[in-house]
């Protein structure tokens, strides 16, 4: 392998990165356009969370997938299939008259994204020299930080000055030109083999995972002992158990339940998952309270979280370097501490103004960055080299499942608040707002407690 990166291998790193970023993009900016959406749809807060916790909830579905994907069909076929999966969501997202085919629209999008992101790396693994393989994963991580950190800022000043379709026809333009790119310079990273597609393992994940969160945001209107939540909620794991039934002797599973027996592992994937609830909840959150509450505009919103998704970054990167030299349980303590400081103000506050959101969120969100990465890297490496790849697509699916669970918390609590309690749209926001701030305080609290008895105190490297 030639020790230089050709144009041709930027350019298809940066086609396949684009399919990834624009998915970002739209779910962070689309973020600050919720109170909007409520009024031109005319539904509830719990409904419009469904915008996002559904896109990432087929991401969740799509990743377990991608292994069994990469095998049968060429990597610029599965490009142009997540790309026209995700430009026929956006078609449909800037045209639709209505809520629920604006949820159609964002589950293909969902579609592309969750068949377009792995493929970034997949090509940096595949194609990049060592000498530069840390230097491409950094801005293949820096890509996708960087849709974190603009989505707020370029869905608020768009819907501002234009309207929210916009965000849509934007990425539209963008989304063309990383197409005809990435059929110029996507080239095979491996060889086609015939392989037998695990249709029963993944149904059954699928619909698990698919049940549990629609039992979850019915909590909005219905009792917890209806069928619509505790009925969908048995059904649900009654799935997740013949899955594991069935996936536990299968040595080549989409997804391998076995490890969840090695308690290091599983018990930093609960800290990770956590965490991701956190913030998902938080960046729900923080757009309609400013908005509402605070009366400020969308592009307000935007800019008033864009801080926390800066220090996100940058405390990632220094995690990172923690991480080299000290091990994990550094960062991972710091990030938690951090972030439970956050939460405390916030709590403390009460009335909370845009300035004391900026600088409590900023405060949290870097704490975030701090522990987030630390605690996947740390959970990767207790376990053998020859299971990374099923832990880190473990890693990867409940990502996205605890960042829907995240959103899906945040608006089923201030829907609850503002309409099983009456208290208006307003009120209901804020009472909604401290009270998910309590919630989300305790699930950190419980990490801190986990990490202190789980992260290895000495340095142990993959």
Known sequence: MENRLSFKLIMAILSAGMLSFLGILDETATTVTFPILINDFKITTDQVQWVNTLVLLVIATIVPISSQIRLRWSTKKIFIIGVTFFILGLIIDIFTPRFDLLLLGRAFQGIGTGIGLPLMYNIILAKVPKSKLGFMMGIGTMITACAVALGPVFGGIVTDYL?????????????????????????????LKIVKFKYLQWLLLAAGLVLLMLGFTNL?????????VLGIWVIGIVSLIIWIKVSMNDTDALIQPRL????????QLICYCFAKIATLALGFIFPIY????????????GWIVFPGAVVDALMAALAGKLYDKKGARLPIILGICMSLLGLSLLIISGNLSNIEILIFYAIYYGGYGMCFSSLMTSGLVSISKKNHAQGNAI???????????????????????????????????????????IILLILIIINLLISL??????????
């Open 163 to 191: 309207n929210w379709r916009w965000i849509f026809i934007i990425s539209i333009f963008l989304m063309i030109i990383g197409l005809a790119t990435g059929i110029y310079s996507i080239m095979q990273l491996n060889e």
């Open 220 to 228: 909005a209107k219905k009792n917890l002992l209806s069928w619509q």
């Open 260 to 267: 969840f027996t090695n308690v290091k592992f599983s018990m």
């Open 290 to 301: 400013i908005q509402l509450v605070n009366h400020g505009s969308v592009s307000l919103a």
């Open 395 to 437: 890693f990867n699916t409940l990502q996205q499942f605890s960042g829907a669970v995240g959103t899906a918390l945040a608006g089923t609590i201030i829907s609850f608040y503002q309409q099983k309690l009456n208290l208006g749209q307003v009120f209901g926001t804020a009472q909604g707002t401290h009270f998910t701030f």
């Open 453 to 462: 008895k789980f992260v290895p105190k000495s340095i142990k490297k993959a």
